[in-house]
């Protein structure tokens, strides 16, 4: 008899415990995470970084296309569109956005177009692009992955006047412009990120030891 009564005790700990446990951990919050590849991309061999990463990330959607028309016109369209309606669906919905290149470039704008909507995000993945729009405020955490040798374009997130609340890192690479787009170090740092609880709060994110220079 002694001994049901510890089980049932333990059991009501660990049901207890469970109910506090952030609702991710409990898989039961909805996300929605969109890679969008740079120009030229939908050449396999230059495309190729993150056509890996979405392998490794189960339901990530992955945008290639070849000119900055496509990339703008199409592409951006018809992310929009999808986040809108995912938004409508449920709210709470966590938005992770990644983008190299050009692609970065797509990110950041549509990222200020969202926060006009009401619309966060929970992760911006910005590699390697140019020119980057200002990081709003909705944007609860954004990583500028970028590479110093000559061809990288190397331009820096900045944040909006007056957004405190955006969580900030920065990662540089000794290495090329296409070749950063499958940097296994990189693809480790997307994937915590977007597995990671959010806090919307400022401050210092929870960061494992990276063998990069940082910012």
């Known amino acids: 008899m002694l001994k049901s009564s510890v089980l049932g005790a333990l059991a009501t700990i660990v049901l207890l ?3 506090q446990m952030p609702a991710r951990a409990q898989g039961a919050v909805e996300s929605k995470t969109y890679l969008i590849n740079g120009l030229v991309s939908a050449v396999p061999f230059i495309g190729y970084g993150f056509a890996n990463l ?3 990330i189960p339901g990530a959607e992955l945008y290639s296309y070849m000119s900055p028309v496509e990339g703008s016109a199409v592409v951006q369209t018809k992310i929009l569109a999808d986040i809108r309606k995912a938004y409508r669906r449920n709210p709470n919905v966590e938005i992770n956005l990644i983008g190299i290149s050009y692609g970065a470039n797509l990110i950041t ?3 200020a177009t969202l926060e006009k909507e009401g ?5 911006l993945g910005v590699v390697d692009g140019l020119p980057l729009a200002s990081v709003t405020p909705n944007v609860r955490r954004v990583d500028n992955f970028y590479c110093t040798v000559p061809g990288c374009l190397a331009d ?3 944040l909006t006047r007056g957004n405190d609340v955006t969580i900030r890192h920065a990662f540089k690479y000794n290495t090329t412009h296409i070749a950063l787009g499958d940097n296994e170090e990189m693809h480790r740092r997307i994937l915590h990120q ?3 609880y959010p806090l919307n709060v400022a401050g210092p994110s ?7 220079s940082t910012e």
């Open 17 to 19: 415990a469970a109910s």
């Open 54 to 56: 979405q392998k490794k």
């Open 109 to 111: 704008r549509m990222a």
């Open 119 to 123: 619309i966060a995000i929970s992760y």
């Open 156 to 158: 820096k997130i900045r």
């Open 194 to 196: 977007i597995s990671t």
């Open 206 to 212: 929870l960061d494992y030891a990276y063998t990069a």
